[in-house]
Nanobody
């Protein structure tokens, strides 16, 4: 089993920054890929970013490239999502997810474990 606990959400203004954290525990081999997803009201859950735990290789959806940065701290077993230049359309519940298979995926269905989510609200 893998446990994921997100933190760091909040209410900010457009142009501000936030950093989300995802503390992971449990079987390390079950969390080879760590991803961030988001879900806005009335919309499907969408991929935001992912990182390969062992190599640090990162992947992003086009809408956040250049604004968001995913990173990991192996010693703390924590994955971060640094979000800069936030826009109102970034408003959503953000979820951390873990995938055991060592190939990246942008589909929520391909992730095995999920955190409880943290709300990010960006006002205009």
């Amino acid at each position: 089993q893998v446990q994921l606990v997100e933190s760091g959400g909040g209410l900010v203004q457009a142009g501000d920054s936030l950093i989300l954290s995802c503390a992971a525990s449990g079987r390390a081999f079950s969390r080879n890929i760590m991803g961030w997803f988001r879900q806005a009201p009335g919309k499907e859950r969408e991929f935001v970013a992912a990182i390969t735990w062992s190599t640090g290789v990162t992947y992003y959806v086009d809408s956040v490239k250049g604004r968001f940065t995913i990173s990991r701290d192996n010693a703390k077993s924590t994955v971060y999502l640094q979000m800069n230049s936030l826009k109102p359309e970034d408003t959503a519940v953000y979820y951390c997810a873990a995938r055991s298979i060592l190939t990246p995926s942008t589909s929520p269905a391909n992730y095995d474990y999920w955190g409880q989510g943290t709300q990010v609200t960006v006002s205009s």
